[in-house]
């Protein structure tokens, strides 16, 4: 059987997918959008300001 990884990432297919600045790319293997939030915020969407950890690298989310 052949290996899912490394996955690639493609153009997200969704216009403005991911909130507050975040990067979204699309793994076609296995139909998952991904969201790399920008500094200060988390969630799958980028949707909720992360006041935990304002000064941490980006969180990824993947649904």
């Not at 153009?11 to 979204?24: E, K």
């Not at 909720?48 to 969180?59: E, M, P, Q, R, T």
């Amino acid at each position: 059987s052949s290996s899912l990884w490394p996955l690639i990432a493609l153009p997200c297919p969704i216009d403005s997918f991911c909130l507050n600045g975040g990067t979204c790319k699309y793994y076609e293997a296995v139909g998952e959008l991904v969201c790399q939030c920008a500094e200060g915020y988390k969630g799958q969407r980028c949707e909720n300001k992360d006041i935990y950890n304002l000064g941490s690298k980006s969180s990824v989310w993947a649904f």
